[in-house]
Structures are given as structure tokens and as C-alpha cells.
């Protein structure tokens, strides 16, 4: 069985955790379009630790540093294994989507040994000839009867907890205006205009076409206010004091935080309606789904592309197979 180690390498190499720190203080001093930030490499980290894990656990290693003995039949099993990836989705093993994933970077940071001079070949690059399947970006979205169910879900407009008032609010903005996560977290409490009928939410985004108003339903609007009523009372340290939504201990809303919040929803929602849990529960499948509702009851494709903050119709690529026949006309004609 070949490996991937080198014949000669010093008796006490770097374990895998070490390696990943000096692999991201190197990727941290590189050039602006290599440089990767420490926030950044989160999700990495995870799934460099989810690797190491396994090989530790499922390889008769015979070096205090497993990792540097794996070969490619060990990656294609890991892959294959079922571990569950950074962000929680119900699923069956690894989709194809996240094993690419783990395989781009398990196999960047082998390549980074091999310039250490730690290993001579990269299991990833090697891995049966045949490197998992290049990612699509099909969207899923969900049908009326499971969007139903998500709303039935929903913490009640009258609950007497604080935090319940902030989860409702959420959660309609993200139905409701196919907002992103990003923007979620990054809402400042005078991007809402409440007071006005109806209530309207101001945009802002790097890109000129994320910086848009929306105007909101007045059930949305009153659990946004009756948000901002709660809001007002939460005392938050710079630089949060500004921001919409805040977390318990009155800190920046972080995506995993927002994630956590959908995906409970989402997973209780289908359960108490006996329905089968969905493969990704994250927050883009609220966007994905709002987006699909208004191009299939006939919004203008322009007017969707300007809601959803994208540059053009191409955005709406991952989509096409849950549009009916007549979004399916509208989107083709015209200007993109």
C-alpha cells in the first residue's frame, strides 16, 4: 500500500493541528489574493480537525503523526464515511458539493507539506484517479407545503421573550426579502424604518447593486418594531451598538449563530409536520425558495435581480429547475 510520507523526514514532525497554525500563518503574510485571515479559515480549521480525527482513529498509524502516513484510499474513505460537515445539515454522508470541498483543501494543505519537504505525493491529487465530482450550484428550494409549514414555526408575535422577538424578526426578514446572511449580521438599527406604512429596509453592500430598499409587509414591519422596541433596552459594547441584531450576551449575530437559528426552525418544522427533513437547512434556502415565489407569481426578473442584490439574471442560474414554464419565458426574454 502506497503512502504519502517521505523516506528521511525528521523523527518529530509537526502534528496535524501545529501544521494547519503554520500553514495559515504562511497563507496570513501571503499576497492580497492568497491572503486568507484567521475569521476566514474557520471553516477549514473544521474541516482540517474532521480529517485528522479520522485518520487518527481509523489508520494502524505507526507515527506519532498519522496524517503524514495517509494515502489516497484513506481520503476516498473519509469522504465517503459520513462526517458531518461544519454547518449542520441532515444528510446522508458528505454531498457531493462538500466532499469537493474537503478535498480542495485537505489537498492545499498536503501540497503546502510538500514544500515543507514532509511528504512526497498528495493523497488528494492522487485519489483513485478521480477526484470527487466539480461542485454545481443547483439551489434547492422549498415547495408550498413545506414554506407552510416553516411559517407555522415561526416564535409567536406575543411571546414575552426577548430573544423569541429577535428569532421572529429574523426569520421573516429572511423569508419574506430573501436577505443573505451577511446582511442579516451586518443590519444597523437606522437601516429600518419602522414608523413608516409600510416599514422599508435599507441595504447596504460592497457591491452597488446590494445597496437597495425594500419595502415590507405590515406583518413584517410589527415584528421588526416590535424587535427595535426590545432592541432599544439591550446595552451592546462598540462595535455593536449599532448593529440590528445582537446576540444574548449583546455581541455581533455571527452566520453560524443565524445557521443555527434556521436550521432549528427549519428541522422542526418539517418534523411536527411529518415531513422529510431536507438536505440543506441553512438560511440560503429561504432566499433560494422567496426568490422562486416571485419569479413564479410573475414579479419582473429585473425587479427580482434588484431585490436580490445580484448584477444580473445569471444569478437566478442554480434555479431554473424549480421555475415553471411561464418564469421560465420571462426570465429568457428580455435584457438580462
Not at 59 to 70: G, N, Q, V
Not at 157 to 162: G, K, M, Q, T, Y
Not at 193 to 209: M, Q
Request: charged share 25%; glycine share 8%; proline share 7%.
Amino acid at each position: 500500500m502506497e503512502n504519502a510520507v517521505v523516506q528521511g523526514v525528521p523523527n518529530d514532525p509537526p502534528d496535524g493541528s501545529a501544521f494547519f497554525e503554520e500553514w495559515l500563518t504562511f497563507r496570513g503574510n501571503a499576497p492580497r489574493r492568497e491572503h486568507l485571515s484567521v475569521d476566514a479559515a474557520k471553516p477549514y480549521r473544521y474541516i482540517w480537525g474532521a480529517w485528522l480525527r479520522w485518520i487518527a482513529s481509523n489508520h494502524a498509524h505507526t507515527r506519532a503523526a498519522p496524517w503524514l502516513e495517509a494515502g489516497p484510499e484513506h481520503l476516498a474513505s473519509f469522504l465517503a464515511s459520513g462526517i458531518s460537515p461544519s454547518t449542520k445539515r441532515v444528510e446522508r454522508g458528505i454531498s457531493e458539493i462538500t466532499q469537493r470541498r474537503y478535498w480542495r483543501l485537505i489537498g492545499t494543505l498536503y501540497e503546502h507539506a510538500i514544500g515543507r519537504g514532509l511528504i512526497a505525493r498528495n493523497p488528494a491529487r492522487t485519489i483513485a484517479e478521480k477526484p470527487p465530482r466539480p461542485e454545481n450550484h443547483e439551489g434547492q428550494a422549498f415547495h408550498a407545503l413545506q414554506w407552510s409549514a416553516l411559517g407555522k414555526a415561526l416564535p409567536p408575535p406575543d411571546s414575552s421573550s426577548r430573544w423569541d422577538l429577535r428569532d421572529r424578526a429574523i426569520l421573516v426578514l429572511l423569508m419574506e426579502c430573501a436577505l443573505s446572511t451577511g446582511e442579516v449580521c451586518e443590519l444597523l438599527t437606522d437601516q429600518a424604518e419602522v414608523s413608516n406604512k409600510p416599514a422599508v429596509l435599507h441595504l447596504d453592500g460592497r457591491r452597488a447593486a446590494q445597496q437597495r430598499t425594500l419595502g415590507l409587509s405590515l406583518a413584517t414591519g410589527q415584528a421588526l418594531s416590535d424587535w427595535i422596541k426590545v432592541r432599544r433596552s439591550i446595552n451592546s459594547p462598540p462595535p455593536s451598538a449599532a448593529r440590528l441584531f445582537v446576540s444574548t450576551k449583546g455581541g455581533p449575530m455571527s452566520p453560524r449563530a443565524v445557521f443555527h437559528l434556521v436550521a432549528t426552525t427549519v428541522e422542526r418544522a418539517f418534523r411536527e409536520n411529518q415531513l422529510d427533513q431536507p438536505n440543506h437547512v441553512g438560511a440560503q434556502v429561504l432566499r433560494n425558495t422567496r426568490l422562486v415565489m416571485w419569479l413564479n407569481e410573475g414579479v419582473d426578473p429585473n425587479e427580482v435581480v434588484r431585490r436580490a442584490g445580484y448584477k444580473s439574471r445569471a444569478g437566478f442560474h442554480g434555479l431554473l429547475r424549480h421555475l415553471d414554464a411561464d418564469a421560465m419565458a420571462r426570465l429568457r426574454g428580455g435584457a438580462p
